[in-house]
């Protein structure tokens, strides 16, 4: 028997942020960063260890969101844009600092960096990174799930079923588009749980999905397994639970790796460090300073005095936390084992994009992970998928409500920064549900409408523009994000409501949100 098992599962989202109407706009660049320094450098690891025949087990969750924008034409050519200014300014940084022993390397690798991804991006994958991950997925190595359509916060909407129920029949049918089978797992946004929302989910079937920690040790009735062990709702939808310990060692600020002194400090930017008129041409951000990618410094420490960035230095740490992560999980399943009758279960879901934006040796310490874990006897490497079908029986419980926010329920979502936002979200679902109950079988134009109006609906019900308003960053952005949505719904339902057609307005409406093109405004009926 296995001492124990580990499932790494990696949350991939961004919020929709394409804005064709402008030549370059900011918010753009989150994917083009989230490309260059995670998905590609993934799924550059993951050739790596195929090649090898190193066996490795992952589950990814790609939001339907961040699949929408993957596999846009316009938002494509505009990445190929993006590198090709990177790559440009690589050049001008290697005769700035070429001859520097410790600057010099990082210019020439951030240079090798952009060069690798521009050659996967155009030529490799040629522009298709969603069937990149899908060779994978079909080859048993990835384990691809899907999550609420626009990462809504679900527990808000906990009084609304048609508004949960239309967030995940559309991103299942977005799933299905990408990648051609339904998804076993549903990734809950910010690990949300209520009470009840196990019923909308068994009702799509999804034979799984995630919970935050004290939510599921709170669970009615308590876990005897802890976290060591899924549990299942009366219905059959299994649930797991995050590992606390395993979540500490990666995840903390004050503790986790990615703040070690040897490892590339993500806030020294030459974008800030050098003259604007040198840096600026290079970001297309006007006067305003942003973040370029290229950072030479390590993170010594708290003290504004940074050493040089040692590449080789990093990667050998890297190697170091991936054994002790290893290590250390090995020795709590040990443990654990003593009062279970199966072995214990670690679960450790982060977002992916900490791993090479946030935390630039991230995937080096995902690959060192899986080459350990290979080579070492001790835990065994799974997907949830696989862990379901390996132990389909768990003990019966119900977790309490429950988030991964700060304060571990929804205040994150629910402050006098954001709450405005949902006394229109409300009233645009309940005219939502309201159209959809006067027009339910309608086709050609009015059903492109109607669909249009669907589309609003769900972006105005997605939690990164409450994120990012308590936050205070791009605040403007995620404002109009929601005041564009319910304007655009709000002129959908007076256009059907006086029975008038703006034919030109919906056809460019249309083509600048243009997710979920198979979208069906009928979800949003009345559950009988």
Same mark, same amino acid.
């Given at each position: 028997m296995e001492p124990g098992y580990l499932a790494l599962v990696l949350n991939a989202h961004l919020p929709f942020v394409r804005q064709p109407e402008y030549p370059h706009f900011l918010e753009e660049k989150w994917l083009f960063e989230a490309l260059s320094e995670t998905y590609l450098p993934l799924l550059r690891l993951f050739r790596r260890l195929e090649a090898e025949e190193i066996p490795f087990r992952l589950t990814i969750n790609l939001s339907p969101t961040l699949c929408s924008m993957l596999g846009d034409a316009v938002l494509g050519e505009r990445y190929l844009g993006y590198l090709d200014g990177q790559l440009a300014l690589a050049r001008r940084e290697v005769e700035r600092v070429g001859s520097d022993p410790a600057f010099g390397p990082l210019a020439r690798l951030y240079g090798e960096l952009y060069l690798s991804d521009r050659?996967?991006?155009?030529?490799?994958?040629?522009?298709?990174?969603?069937?990149?991950?899908?060779?994978?997925? $079909? $080859?048993? *190595?990835?384990?691809?799930?899907?999550?609420?359509?626009?990462? #809504?916060?679900?527990?808000?909407?906990?009084?609304?079923?048609?508004?949960?129920?239309?967030?995940?029949?559309?991103?299942?049918?977005?799933?299905?588009r990408a990648f051609g089978k339904h998804p076993s797992g549903f990734w809950l946004p910010h690990l949300g749980w209520y009470p009840g929302i196990e019923e909308v989910l068994h009702a799509y079937n999804i034979q799984y999905s995630i919970v935050a920690t004290r939510g599921g040790l709170l669970g009615d009735p308590i876990p005897k397994a802890g976290s060591f062990a899924p549990v299942q709702c009366p219905n059959g939808l299994t649930i797991f639970i995050r590992d606390a310990a395993a979540t500490e060692a990666v995840w903390s600020e004050d503790s986790g790796y990615p703040g070690d002194p040897l490892y590339r400090d993500f806030y020294r930017d030459i974008g800030f460090d050098l003259p604007l008129d040198y840096v600026g041409p290079y970001m297309d951000a006007g006067s305003t300073r942003i973040f370029s990618g290229f950072k030479y410094w390590a993170v010594t420490g708290k003290t504004a005095d940074k050493k040089p960035y040692d590449r080789k230095a990093a990667l050998a740490r890297a190697d170091e936390h991936a054994a002790s992560f290893l290590a250390d999980r090995l020795a709590m399943a040990k443990d654990a084992a003593l009062c279970m009758d199966r072995p214990p279960l670690m679960v450790a879901p982060y977002d992916a994009e900490l791993f090479g934006h946030w935390w630039f040796e991230g995937p080096a310490w995902i690959e060192a992970l899986f080459r350990r874990a290979a080579r070492e006897p001790g835990l065994k490497l799974i997907t949830l998928g696989e862990y379901c079908r390996a132990y389909p029986e768990n003990q019966v419980s119900v977790p309490e409500f429950s988030s991964w926010g700060d304060g571990g329920y929804a205040e994150v979502w629910i402050d006098g920064a954001n709450d405005w936002i949902y006394r229109h979200?409300? $009233? #645009? /679902?309940?005219?939502?549900?309201?159209?959809?109950?006067?027009?339910?079988?309608?086709? =050609?134009?009015?059903?492109?409408?109607?669909?249009?109006?669907?589309?609003? /609906?769900?972006?105005?019900? =997605?939690?990164?523009?409450?994120?990012?308003?308590?936050?205070? *960053? #791009?605040?403007?952005?995620?404002?109009?994000?929601?005041?564009?949505? /319910? @304007?655009?719904?709000? $002129?959908?339902?007076?256009?059907?409501?006086?029975? @008038? /057609?703006?034919?030109?307005?919906i056809t460019k409406l249309e083509k600048r949100n243009n997710l979920f093109p198979e979208i069906n405004y009928r979800m949003f009926r009345k559950k009988r």
């Open positions: 050659d996967d991006f155009a030529v490799l994958y040629e522009r298709d990174i969603l069937a990149a991950f899908d060779y994978f997925y $079909k $080859k048993g *190595k990835l384990e691809l799930i899907t999550s609420a359509a626009t990462h #809504s916060f679900l527990p808000i909407y906990r009084d609304s079923r048609e508004a949960v129920s239309a967030q995940i029949e559309t991103a299942l049918v977005a799933h299905r979200a409300f $009233k #645009s /679902v309940d005219r939502m549900i309201e159209l959809s109950e006067r027009f339910p079988d309608e086709s =050609g134009l009015r059903e492109r409408i109607l669909n249009q109006a669907a589309r609003e /609906v769900l972006l105005a019900m =997605g939690s990164d523009w409450a994120l990012l308003l308590r936050a205070g *960053k #791009s605040a403007s952005f995620a404002r109009r994000q929601v005041e564009d949505a /319910v @304007t655009n719904f709000n $002129k959908i339902y007076e256009m059907l409501s006086s029975n @008038t /057609v703006g034919t030109e307005w």
